[in-house]
């Protein structure tokens, strides 16, 4: 069956950096584009960053870019967010999530946490 | 940036009730490029419906989607106990993707 399993969250300072892990299990990782979303305590969902299945092609919310990269390792069925100059409003719980061919995200992890305070 | 603005933000009802769930785009959505997701607390959303009107794998003919360019409706046709969630509609057809602000089906 299919899993994705996050980790990698935790609390960190603002202007502090983080990376986060997805592990994908169940199915042919390489063949497939993911996406990064959070969801702040409380609040609805924010698309965050997607990735092509050859990481050729890497897109971001305006709200993250030139600030957190999103990359992949296929060999390792691993897709990664490294999140740098953190600020407060990315605090969120950070899920990875596979992207099907017809659009939208079939599959979820259960979540990172991802605090960012003083 | 395409907003999607959902409505009712609260939908209160009964089992057993049929629900009808709104999205509303800012601008036209490519190719009916549109999902909808349910959430529980303390859960990862579900994919429900992807391409405006297409069932995810699994999930139940109660529910149905519609719509195209600016305006989506995810109905479901009898409420049971275990879709009172949150529902969030997602477009997909023009960067960046964007969700809707969520309409939470209340039991009455």
């Known amino acids: 069956q299919v899993q994705l399993v996050e980790s990698g969250g935790g609390l960190v300072k603002p202007g502090g950096s983080l990376r986060l892990s997805c592990v994908a299990s169940?199915?042919?990782?390489?063949?497939?584009?993911m996406s990064w979303i959070r969801q702040a305590p409380g609040k609805g969902l924010e698309w965050v960053s997607y990735?092509?299945?050859?990481?050729?092609?890497?897109n971001y919310a305006d709200s993250v870019k030139g600030r957190f990269t999103i990359s992949r390792d296929n060999a390792k069925n691993s897709l990664y967010l490294q999140m740098n100059s953190l600020r407060a409003e990315d605090t969120a719980v950070y899920y990875c999530?596979?992207?099907?061919?017809?659009?939208?995200?079939?599959?979820w992890g259960q979540g990172t946490l991802v605090t960012v305070s003083s | 940036e395409i907003v999607l603005t959902q409505s009712p933000g609260t939908l209160s009802l009964s089992p057993g009730e049929r629900a009808t769930l709104s999205c509303r785009a800012s601008q036209s959505v490519d190719s009916t490029y549109l999902a909808w997701y349910q959430q529980k607390p303390g859960q990862a959303p579900r994919l429900l419906i992807y391409g405006a009107s297409s069932r995810a794998t699994g999930i139940p003919d109660r529910f149905s989607g519609s719509g195209s360019g600016t305006d989506f409706t995810l109905t479901i046709s009898r409420l049971e106990p275990e879709d009172f969630a949150v529902y969030y509609c997602q477009q997909y057809g023009s960067s960046p993707r964007t969700f809707g602000q969520g309409t939470k089906v209340e039991i009455k």
């Open positions: 169940g199915f042919t990782f390489s063949d497939y584009y």
């Open positions: 999530a596979r992207v099907i061919a017809a659009g939208g995200d079939d599959y």
């Open positions: 990735i092509s299945s050859s990481s050729s092609y890497t």
